[in-house]
Structure formats: C-alpha cells, structure tokens
C-alpha cells in the first residue's frame, strides 16, 4: 500500500498516478516542484547503522561505553557535532576531525561493498530526473562519501552537492538547503526537500523549504512546514509538487 501524504493541520494531499514508464507527464494540472532536495544518510541509502556500527567499534576500541540512545542522538548532526558529542561521552580523546575522518573511513568502506537504498528512493529520484526536476544532494557527510553514492547512480542523477564540509553550519542551520537552492538558482519555497531527521528537517523548514519527512530511525513530530510518511514507496514526482503547493498555502 502507498503511503498517503498528510498535512498535520490541513486535509490529505490529493493522491496521484505514477508516471507510466517511459516518462509521460504527470497528470494535467499537477504543478512540479521547481527541485527536489534530497538528505543522503537514511533518507537516500540507509547508511546509518553503517555509522553506528562504526561509532560502536571506536568507543569501545577506547576503552568506552556506547548505547543507541547516544547514537539516535547524532542522528542529522553534522559530524564535528557528532565527534564531539563521542569526545564528550564516548570517552574517545582524539580530535573531532580525527574521529570524523575515521568514521568516514569505514562507512565510505562498507558504502563501497554494499549501497544500502531506502525503498522507494531511487524510483522516485528516476522519476524526477526522467521528468527534468533538479535534484540537490544535500547530506551533513562529507563529500567524499557523498561521491561514493552518487558514482553508483547514472551520471547526473543529482545537479548538485552539498555536503558538510561545504557549509559553515551544518544542519539544522538553513545554509545547506538555502546553498543548494542558490547553486540550482531555484526559490526555495518552489522546491521540497525529504529528510528523515528532526535536525535535516528543521534546517530545510528554517531554509524556507516545504519538508517530506520519511520516518526511519528516529521520530519526526508533525510540525508546520513539513508533513512526515513512514516510506516513499508509491511517493511520485506530481506529489510533492501538491506537498509543496499545500505547505505554501498553509503558511
């Protein structure tokens, strides 16, 4: 079953047809998003428990004590944030850029034996791209595990990247969603991003984008500005493009 897009004060999105294979149009009448900007780490590629496994053998290698509860709360943070975060109850002495590099070094390694997708990212990120929507990578990983994905897509899949050690702030700061939105000289109001953190969700609202967030690891309550699903599967282009004109109108 589909996933039906609800607004958490307004009346349920108008459900759409996909696109017929081979890229048709959307059905008369459903305006696109101008683009859509996409979170990598469990919205794109469930790439966390990568993270997470990877946190777990560094704090214990240092003699540490980790939970999930610690690791759910660097769920979206930016990873100087997060190797804080291990310094402080992690009880890793390194220094935030070493542990952020060493982390990276094992997810990028994991990411190239297996590209763990989220159901029903890349049929709706081929929808877009059949239909000629932009597409922005917008991921608090830096770029050179962003590249790591996007080199197993078709060449490109995404106009644009911005990652973390692209921005100044990292989410939930608006600049790396007002900066994608900027580098594919679209209004952010026109376009939709999908997350599935409450950090990656809260910089794409303060950024003045309307938000999709997909649930996964970590809840998402409903807040204005954005409408939450547990899945895009079924999710089409045509969509997110009511979704966007509904969170406009909504304020």
């Excluded at 980790?66 to 990873?79: K, R, T």
């Excluded at 804080?84 to 390694?109: C, F, K, N, S, T």
């Excluded at 034996?113 to 709706?124: C, D, K, S």
Aim: one cysteine or more; proline letters at 8%; hydrophobic letters at 45%.
């Amino acid at each position: 079953m589909r996933p039906e897009l609800r607004l958490s004060d307004q009346e349920a999105v108008p459900q759409q047809g996909a696109v017929p294979e081979g890229g048709a149009a959307p059905e008369e009448g459903a305006a696109l998003p101008a683009a859509v900007l996409w979170d990598m780490d469990g919205t794109l590629v469930d790439t966390e428990p990568y993270w997470i496994e990877c946190e777990f053998a560094l704090v214990e290698a240092h003699g540490g004590v980790w939970s999930h509860q610690h690791a759910q709360a660097l769920v979206g943070q930016n990873l100087l944030t997060s190797a804080r975060y291990i310094r402080r109850h992690g009880g890793v002495r390194w220094p935030a850029e070493a542990i952020v590099e060493h982390l990276l070094d094992g997810v990028v390694e994991r990411v190239r034996r297996h590209v763990p997708w989220r159901p029903g990212a890349r049929e709706l990120l081929t929808e877009l791209n059949t239909l000629g929507v932009p597409c922005a990578l917008v991921t608090m990983s830096y770029r050179r595990l962003a590249q790591t994905v996007i080199e197993t897509l078709p060449a490109g899949s995404f106009a644009t990247l911005v990652a973390g050690d692209d921005v100044t702030h990292g989410k939930p700061h608006p600049e790396p969603y007002l900066l994608a939105a900027r580098n594919l000289a679209v209004e952010p109001a026109e376009c939709v991003a999908i997350e599935d953190s409450p950090p990656g969700v809260a910089s794409a609202v303060a950024a003045g984008v309307p938000a999709l967030g997909v649930e996964h690891l970590v809840p998402l309550p409903p807040s204005a500005g954005r409408q939450v699903i547990d899945t895009l599967v079924g999710v089409t282009a045509a969509d997110l493009g009511l979704l966007a004109e509904r969170l406009r109108a909504a304020g």
